[in-house]
Each structure stands twice: as C-alpha cells, then as structure tokens.
C-alpha cells in the first residue's frame, strides 16, 4: 500500500473540479486505489477520501467515521435525503479552510463494494455529512463553493474554545 498525494485546492483546482467517470470493472487497480486511499486518508487524520482528490477520475470513495468501520463505495449515489443539518466541514485538499454548509441531517447511498455487490447505507449527522461531501467531490464539487461561509482556522479555534467552556 501507498501514500497517495492529495490535491490541493491552491494548486490544483482544475483538476479537482473534474467530474470523475463510473467504474466498469473491479480490477486490481480499482481494489490498489481502495488500499491506497484508506492508508493516504488514515495518514492524513481525514475521515473521506474521493478519488479525485488523489487525481483518480473514477467514482472511489471511502470513508471512516468510527475506527473499524470503513466504507469502500464504487459508483456511490444518493438515494434518499431528509432533513436539514448545519455545521463546519473541512477538506483535506483545502487544509486550513473551514465552511459553514447545509446538508441533509439523513442520507441514503447506493453503491458496489470492493466484492462486487451492490449494498445501500444510511447515515445521519457526521455521517450523513460525509456521504454527501465525498459524493461531490465525484462531480466537481468543494464543499465551499454552497458554504453558507467560510471560516479561518483562528474562527474556528475560536468557536471550539466557546464551546469547551460552555461545558
């Protein structure tokens, strides 16, 4: 397995706004990309990946919220949405750079695993956020181009430290 190189919104924003192309076949190079992405996602405290972030043009996403529980999604596609969640994303092609977005508060996906087989998951909250966010990436979408607005790092900060001592 590999450390890929992210890109980087700064340097590489042609390329990140690329609409990435459906996966046919699961070969050998599909199932690399899946062991590289979750290494180069892992090394880099992320919890998403797409593949475009890697410079790949194909539908690969993975994702883990909770340790142990990694989703690998070929072809991912949104398939139910409901409600409405407001929070702070960050990228990991835009280090440094904090949106406040709008997302579902419940998303479901349909996509192919690794294996071929065609599985639906439902996620709410971080993870509802995260489905929606690495599928944009799919089409060309950054989280701050429907940012309600963006954040600084010293915002945020800030806004972390009001929270820990309203606790």
Same mark, same amino acid.
């Not at 799919?138 to 979408?141: A, D, R, S, T, Y």
């Not at 806004?159 to 606790?167: F, I, V």
């Given at each position: 397995m ?9 340097r590489?924003?042609?390329e990140l ?6 996966v046919e076949?699961i ?7 899946l062991? %590289?992405m979750?290494?180069t996602v *892992?090394h880099a405290e &992320?919890?998403? +990946?797409?593949?475009?972030?890697v410079?790949?043009?194909r539908?690969?996403?993975i ?14 596609e949104?398939?139910y ?6 929070e702070i994303?960050?990228?990991?092609s835009s ?9 579902p508060?419940?998303v479901?996906?349909?996509?192919? %695993?690794r294996?071929?087989?065609? *599985?639906?998951?439902? &996620?709410t909250e +971080?993870l509802a956020?995260?489905?929606c966010?690495?599928i944009?990436h799919?089409?060309?979408?950054l ?9 600084s790092k010293?915002e945020?900060?800030e ?9």
């Open positions: 590999a450390i890929l190189n992210i890109l980087n919104e700064n590489n924003l042609f706004r690329k609409k990435s192309r459906p076949k070969n050998r190079r599909i199932t690399t990309l062991d %590289d979750r290494e *892992k &992320g919890i998403g +990946l797409a593949a475009p972030q410079g790949v043009l539908q690969v996403v994702i883990e919220i909770e340790d142990g529980d990694l989703i690998e999604m070929i072809n991912p949104i398939i949405k409901d409600g409405e969640q407001i994303e960050g990228c990991l280090p440094g750079k904090y949106a406040e977005t709008i997302r508060a419940t479901k996906v349909a996509y192919t %695993d294996n071929g087989d065609r *599985k639906e998951r439902e &996620g +971080l956020r995260a489905f966010h690495e944009d799919l089409n060309g979408v989280c701050f181009d429907n940012a309600q607005r963006i954040l010293e945020l900060d806004m972390r430290k009001d929270e820990q001592e309203s606790e």
